[in-house]
């Protein structure tokens, strides 16, 4: 157990529909990221957020956003969504997000998202 | 820009023979750090090891060891004495200069055979 949790488990939805993923971090850990996790674009960086703020965003579609609350639990929401967004979606948390070096990150379980 | 290349695709070994994973990375970036992580059936990412550009002793924590070798950009992984527990998809990442997040290669898929 990596001590970062992830809700739902699973998700199945209709295409156009919005879903929110929710993540609560390590205790400590000050820095989540979200990666996805699809068999045709393998495990990809979406975004950072570092102690309530955005540090850093990959292949992030402009139809997803996140957030990072003062608890630091971290939201991923999905919008319009397409048969191509179903995937297994991480979050990982970590120390620090934003110094000398980058600490080990530890990722929860995913939340599988199907997209009918 | 950062590029890792795990060009395994699978790999499916008895149990009891030694396995090595290869993993070449690519950076511009003077320091960097390297990882392993292991995806078992069950999904989840379990992080291995973390070695920085700074550091390239080879590593060995029980039947696992590491191989890093900045001439040739590359961190290859031995596992000693497979077992069928050992069987899962493994990752190998970097992450480069200011970046911190992970830049993941596309993953080995070991098989171990009882």
């Known amino acids: 157990d990596s001590g970062v949790t992830q809700t739902p488990k699973h998700l199945i939805t209709a295409t156009g529909q919005r879903v929110t993923l929710r993540c609560s971090p390590r205790s400590g850990d000050l820095s989540v990221y979200w990666y996805q996790q699809s068999l045709d674009q393998g495990l990809q960086f979406l975004i950072q957020?570092?102690?309530?703020?955005?540090?850093a965003k990959g292949n992030i579609l402009e139809r997803f956003s996140a957030q990072q609350f003062p608890d630091l639990h971290s939201e991923l929401n999905l919008s319009s969504l397409e048969l191509g967004d179903s995937a297994l979606y991480f979050c990982?948390?970590?120390?620090?997000?934003?110094?000398?070096?980058?600490?080990?990150?530890?990722f929860g379980p995913g939340t599988r998202l199907t997209v009918l | 820009a950062q590029k890792v290349t795990q060009a395994q695709t699978e790999i499916s070994v008895v149990e009891k023979e030694d396995v090595t994973l290869d993993c070449v990375y690519e950076?511009?970036?003077?320091?960097?750090?390297l990882f392993w992580y292991k995806q078992p059936p069950s999904g989840e990412l379990v992080f291995l090891i973390r070695r920085n550009s700074f550091d390239e002793q080879n590593e060995i924590s029980g039947r696992y060891s590491w191989n890093f070798q900045k001439s040739t950009s590359s961190f290859n992984f031995t596992i000693t004495a497979s077992q069928v527990v050992d069987s899962a998809v493994y990752f190998c990442?970097?992450?480069?200069?200011?970046?911190?997040?992970?830049?993941f290669g596309s993953g080995t898929q070991l098989t171990v055979l009882p």
């Open positions: 950076t511009r970036d003077t320091t960097y750090y």
């Open positions: 957020y570092y102690n309530g703020e955005e540090r």
């Open positions: 990442a970097l992450s480069s200069g200011s970046a911190r997040q992970l830049t």
């Open positions: 990982a948390s970590s120390v620090v997000g934003s110094g000398s070096h980058p600490n080990e990150q530890f």
